[in-house]
């Protein structure tokens, strides 16, 4: 058998099943001065107004069941997924101004693209560049390859004492 809920399931009104007895009780509690309220037994087939539901017949909780989430508009549906022609009409039948809106729009879509494109072949051949060519020894290199050489002479230098 397994054992019983440390905090046992309550009613709004208060109301708990004791795990001992199995009996329904309105567990103590502690006031506000410190002192304890005693546990209160509540008799068998008492409700208390809090815990009584409000009473729905069968229609109106078919009429629940069926109720349209909140915000909802009554007749509205959903768009179909986007295609190519935003008026829904086929290629044929557009105005001349429409299909002049049309070219455009691929034009600018076209051009974005190529400039990515082109920046982003930039960015590459930056990073590829410095790779690839050999390294020049320039006054600022040998200033800090001298440097390296002086620090690491120093450290051979030094001797540990124990």
Same mark, same amino acid.
């Given at each position: 058998? %397994?054992k =019983?809920?440390?905090?046992?399931? !309550?009613?709004?009104?208060?109301i708990?099943? @004791? =795990?001992?007895? #199995?009996?329904?009780? &309105?567990?103590?509690?502690?006031r506000?001065?410190?002192? +304890?309220?005693?546990? &209160?037994? &509540?008799r068998?087939? #008492? +409700?208390?107004?809090e815990?009584?539901r409000? #009473? /729905?017949g +069968? ?11 909140k915000?909802?508009?009554?007749g ?5 997924s986007?295609?190519?022609? !935003? !008026?829904?009409k086929?290629?044929? !039948? ?5 299909k *002049?809106?049309?070219?455009?729009k691929? *034009? ?14 930039? %960015?590459?051949? @930056?990073? &590829?560049?410095?790779? %690839?060519e050999?390294?020049?020894t320039?006054?600022?290199?040998? /200033?800090?390859d ?7 002479? *120093? ?8």
């Amino acid at each position: 058998m %397994s054992k =019983p809920a440390l905090y046992p399931e !309550t009613t709004p009104s208060g109301i708990a099943v @004791d =795990p001992r007895t #199995f009996e329904r009780v &309105i567990p103590e509690s502690k006031r506000s001065d410190g002192s +304890t309220r005693k546990e &209160i037994k &509540i008799r068998p087939g #008492f +409700t208390p107004q809090e815990d009584v539901r409000r #009473f /729905r017949g +069968t229609k109106q909780q078919e009429m629940d069941a069926r109720a349209l989430p909140k915000g909802h508009i009554v007749g509205w549906v959903a768009p179909p997924s986007a295609t190519n022609n !935003t !008026t829904g009409k086929p290629s044929g !039948t557009m105005s001349k101004s429409q299909k *002049k809106n049309e070219k455009r729009k691929e *034009k600018k879509k076209a051009d974005i693209a190529k400039k990515i494109q082109e920046n982003w072949e930039d %960015s590459d051949e @930056d990073e &590829i560049k410095p790779a %690839s060519e050999p390294k020049a020894t320039t006054e600022s290199s040998n /200033r800090t390859d001298s440097a390296t050489d002086e620090v690491a002479e *120093k450290l051979g230098k030094l001797e540990v004492n124990n």
